[in-house]
């Protein structure tokens, strides 16, 4: 053998073990890396409920898809309301860190944050189009995460019911003025519009919705869309269906994590879950979208719903208050006012291209 070649020998034994031992690190962290997390996640809906917990791009399906997604390393357990803690909870249970996630809507926790609202819904604000291109690329899911800072908190958008209905009534409108004493079930900003209009707004859980309406509890409820609202029959105790969606032209479902557990998993594990709940968002409104429709048929053609639009002069109205309810709540917290802000500056630019793209088509039938 000779000398150049012992050397070289030598050479590439002596690399070797500095390989190993400079590699030793990153397989440490290789291994760290495979640590599986199991997590909770609470909900504000109760069990069984389509959409809201179980179903295609519920928050269940949003479980098993980061299960699935990430080989078994995250392991998420699925609560319904009541079952390990009450319905409205799930904010500060996240917070608190006794839970690392909640399902829910962002509207839910206007009292703490009234700026939370704008991303589940605004009245007269956008369709489900355009909510999704301000939240993804318009900044509003920086904003989301900006206001939720504060509290610990990080969210994400998870499902997407499309546009809602206006609701059932036990009797039918024909002006503002059959609008003055009604009690009804409504949350979130129509609920403070409808106040403005002399309604008595009344927020009652799904489950408590159908023996109120039955009972004369309530006059009115609005809950989600005919899919939904015939699984509550709500028509079976009210049967005048309006359908103009003004209150909730669109509906996200809110992702609630525990921001020190989001910082503290992984990139990947982080990717996975955008991922997964992206995907959900897709899946919940195409769901929603083909059960709706053949819903609304049997309604209307079996069960004697009548369903129509609000009369023009009573959507003239309420866009008026509407306009004036978001410009008060904007002046009165700098935070609300930002978001607000982003929202009607983003909703003009796309209602521009809306008004060249989507309203054409949609006239063509």
């Not at 994590?257 to 997964?276: R, T």
Request: net charge negative; proline share 6%; charged share 20%.
């Amino acid at each position: 053998m000779t000398m150049k070649r012992r050397k070289f020998i030598g050479a590439a034994l002596a690399s070797t073990a500095v390989g190993a031992t400079l590699g030793a690190p990153a397989i440490a962290r290789a291994a760290a890396s495979e640590e599986t997390f199991n997590l909770k996640m609470t909900n504000a809906y109760p069990p069984g409920s389509p959409f809201y917990v179980q179903g295609p791009g519920s928050p269940t399906d949003f479980c098993e898809k980061v299960k699935t997604m990430s080989g078994g390393r995250m392991n998420i357990q699925h609560f319904a309301a009541g079952e390990l803690i009450p319905a409205m909870e799930g904010f500060n249970a996240v917070a608190a860190g006794t839970v690392e996630m909640n399902a829910a809507n962002a509207y839910f926790w206007a009292g703490k944050i009234p700026a939370a609202q704008y991303f589940t819904t605004v009245p007269f604000g956008m369709s489900t189009q355009g909510m999704n291109a301000w939240l993804y690329h318009g900044g509003g899911l920086d904003l989301w995460h900006e206001i939720y800072a504060e509290y610990g908190l990080i969210a994400f958008p998870m499902g997407n019911t499309g546009v809602q209905m206006t609701g059932w009534f036990r009797e039918p409108l024909e002006s503002v003025d059959d609008l003055k004493g009604l009690k009804m079930r409504i949350p979130g900003l129509a609920g403070k519009v409808y106040s403005e209009l002399g309604v008595n707004p009344v927020l009652l859980p799904g489950g408590e919705i159908f023996p109120a309406l039955e009972r004369g509890v309530i006059d009115a409820a609005e809950f989600v869309g005919p899919y939904q609202d015939r699984r509550l029959g709500l028509h079976k105790a009210a049967k005048y269906y309006y359908t103009t969606g003004w209150g909730e032209p669109t509906n996200v479902t809110e992702l609630l994590i525990n921001k020190k557990v989001w910082d503290s998993l992984p990139a990947d594990q982080q990717a996975i879950i955008k991922a997964a709940a992206a995907a959900c968002v897709t899946e919940s409104l195409s769901w929603c979208e083909a059960v709706n429709a053949d819903a609304m048929t049997d309604l209307v053609e079996n069960e004697g719903v009548i369903a129509q639009p609000l009369p023009g002069s009573i959507v003239s109205r309420l866009q008026e208050v509407t306009a004036d309810t978001l410009e008060t709540m904007a002046a009165a917290d700098p935070l609300t006012g930002k978001v607000h802000k982003s929202f009607m500056d983003f909703r003009k630019k796309h209602a521009s291209w809306a008004a060249l793209s989507e309203k054409p088509f949609l006239n063509l039938f």
